[in-house]
């Protein structure tokens, strides 16, 4: 058998924050939860270069953060041909809040960046023109391969100033590639950046999961030529065996507080839902039918899971309660329902559903009510839940092979994170991580 080899998975940097004073507080600028959202218009005025700062590191926070506060989708970017005040850097003490109004802007963000030898400062002030107020700005300093960092840190501030909310910048997704010709576990940044290799064992390694805390993935993989339950913790790179039990131990799913797993098990004639606790023991048979039952998700209280069934002759999406095991059909529509996935928030479950031949990416409220297709292009699946409930990674066909897409709750974008030639299959969003 061949050895795991787990390779250095963190960006060793080093990145210090510095608040400036902020005139504003106990404000929340935009409800994200409010039915009635909207974007705003926000005025970013050119980069200000502070010293001799590289013109290609300028570009590279420029695309990074654009591309950041693109997939918030809040926002329309003012053209900047109409922006006022051209020619300086704008600061609470020399913004002009009547010239920033008179073109439309309700948000007006600067942005600054200075680069000595190996070291990189970048900092950015943010307003609301509509009230005429300064709200908050911050400091960063690091190395100058940290930028993207340093830049996903201020995308994160300025949406937590804004909403009320952490932003999804910092966060990183798990899934499964065949660019070796195996099928390994691999991360990324949640825009496809600084991916690192997590198994490289030359066997099929599957359906990654996160734990609660972001500090460990759970997998499937076939090195004992059985799919067995794998966990590896990403700080140590230690990989130990949760459960081989004969048959299959896939499609894993942790419970919000950490403290069982939900996966698909093989019983004598067809495969269950079981619960095992978080080492992997005690197996616990959930759903007892004829039929084929797999991919357990958890709802986010932790009462509920929703998994696939086949017990009406076709796969279709099902609930079951855990204190009282009754289980309830979720999904009518069309004749292959697959990968349920529930939100963060518990408002809504996604899923891929056939139509037409194609798979799509739809959503479900619990109780059955307000089905939305949310895709309409190539073969589209395996959605995962960003940590925020606003935003969906899945995989899709629309350029060929599989890669991964990033979209809203209501099918905004989608932007496509994975470009290599390989597929990349099966994403799983980290929770937020410290």
């Not at 999406?317 to 963060?344: M, Q």
Request: glycine residues 8%; contains cysteine; hydrophobic residues 40%.
């Amino acid at each position: 058998m061949r050895r795991f080899k787990i390779v250095s998975l963190g960006l060793s940097l080093m990145v210090l924050a510095v608040f400036f004073p902020t005139n504003v507080k106990g404000i929340t600028y935009i409800d994200i939860d409010s039915p009635y959202i909207r974007k705003f218009y926000l005025a970013v005025p050119e980069i200000r270069e502070l010293g001799k700062t590289p013109k290609e590191m300028v570009r590279e926070l420029e695309d990074a953060l654009t591309q950041d506060l693109t997939i918030a989708d809040l926002f329309y970017f003012m053209e900047r041909e109409r922006l006022p005040q051209k020619g300086i850097y704008v600061t609470e003490a020399t913004v002009d809040f009547g010239a920033w109004a008179s073109v439309g802007a309700e948000f007006l963000l600067t942005v600054a960046l200075s680069a000595e030898e190996s070291k990189v400062m970048t900092e950015f002030r943010l307003f609301d023109v509509v009230r005429g107020v300064y709200i908050a700005g911050k400091r960063y300093r690091g190395p100058k391969e940290g930028i993207r960092l340093m830049v996903h840190r201020m995308a994160d501030e300025i949406i937590r100033q804004l909403t009320g909310e952490r932003g999804i910048f910092q966060t990183r997704v798990a899934f499964v590639s065949d660019k070796t010709g195996n099928k390994e576990i691999y991360l990324m940044d949640f825009d496809g950046h600084h991916v690192k290799m997590v198994t490289d064992n030359g066997s099929i390694n599957i359906s990654p999961a996160w734990s609660p805390d972001g500090k460990s993935l759970i997998y499937t993989a076939f090195l004992r030529r059985n799919p067995d339950l794998y966990q590896v913790f990403l700080s140590s790179k230690r990989t130990i065996l949760l459960s081989a039990i004969t048959g299959l131990n896939a499609a894993p799913a942790w419970s919000p507080d950490g403290k069982k797993i939900a996966m698909m098990m093989r019983g004598k004639d067809t495969t269950d839902i079981y619960l095992l606790s978080s080492e992997g023991k005690d197996p616990l048979r959930l759903t007892r039918s004829w039929a084929n039952e797999a991919s357990p998700t958890w709802s986010p209280d932790g009462n509920s899971i929703a998994f696939v069934s086949d017990r009406s002759g076709n796969p279709q999406i099902y609930i079951v309660d855990l204190a009282t095991r009754k289980i309830r059909r979720l999904t009518y529509y069309g004749r292959y329902n697959c990968s349920p996935a529930w939100s963060p928030k518990g408002d809504k479950i996604a899923f891929a559903g056939q139509e037409s031949g194609r798979f799509h990416i739809f959503t479900i409220r619990p109780d059955g009510t307000d089905l939305k297709k949310l895709t309409g292009e190539g073969n589209n699946e395996q959605p995962s839940w960003a940590p925020n409930g606003r935003h969906i990674a899945f995989t899709s066909t629309r350029k060929g092979n599989y890669d991964i897409y990033i979209m809203t709750a209501d099918g905004g974008g989608p932007w496509r994170v994975t470009t290599s030639r390989a597929n990349e299959t099966e994403p799983a969003w980290s929770p937020l991580l410290k």
